[in-house]
T-cell receptor, first 110, second 112 residues
């Protein structure tokens, strides 16, 4: 049973465009929501994370938006670059146990 | 300097064999994890250790046995390998109370 639902499965964006990935959860005990970036042949790398008392967090071109009442959160990649082409995973944590979304493969076309 | 290192990177073996994967972290973290990533890239936790104590043990066949000789190392031994064990296994680490922050580059296990 997947505790975090992620969409879309894949997306293609032009260089300079905005990539948006959405996630939803049911477990209200989750208290930490990280996003990971994974390149082929590599392990996931922590990209950005948010706690439920904050509605938005921005780090460079990456922004998390969090809607606690709707139990949804999303990742926005602004000014997408070819180097951003990777698989992105949202996750939710209850203490130190992470539940991952199914991943979104982002392809940025030059 | 590799933060979380796993060996081997690739492991190809026959069904029924026993194999081990080793993991070491040099970040000073006290919690380590094993994750399995299937062919559809879905990541699922298998085990977690904090200071050599098992704290997470998901529904994993008992053919899988983790061992933590010290808080910087977490190994995974798999007995009687089956075709369904083919996957990429990731080691990760963090400080207690925090989710995994650093992952290794994975061990791709292929069962023939």
């Amino acid at each position: 049973q997947q505790q975090v639902k992620q969409s879309p499965q894949s997306l293609i964006v032009q260089k300079g465009g905005i990539s948006i990935i959405n996630c939803a959860y049911e477990n209200t005990a989750f208290d930490y929501f990280p996003w990971y970036q994974q390149f082929p042949g590599k392990g996931p790398a922590l990209l950005i994370a948010i706690r439920p008392d904050v509605s938005e967090k921005k780090e460079g071109r990456f922004t998390i938006s969090f809607n606690k009442s709707a139990k949804q959160f999303s990742l926005h990649i602004m000014d997408s670059q070819p180097g951003d082409s990777a698989t992105y995973f949202c996750a939710a944590s209850d203490d130190y146990k992470l539940s991952f979304g199914a991943g979104t493969t982002v392809t940025v076309r030059a | 300097d590799t933060a979380v290192s796993q060996t081997p990177k690739y492991l190809v073996t026959q069904m029924g064999n026993d194999k081990s994967i080793k993991c070491e972290q040099n970040l000073g973290h006290d919690t380590m994890y094993w994750y399995k990533q299937d062919s559809k890239k879905f990541l699922k936790i298998m085990f977690s250790y904090n200071n050599k104590e098992l704290i997470i043990n998901e529904t994993v066949p008992n053919r899988f046995s983790p061992k933590s000789p010290d808080k910087a190392h977490l190994n995974l031994h798999i007995n009687s390998l089956e075709l369904g064990d083919s996957a990429v296994y990731f080691c990760a680490s963090s400080l207690r109370g925090s989710p995994p922050q650093h992952f290794g580059d994975g061990t791709r296990l292929s069962i023939l």
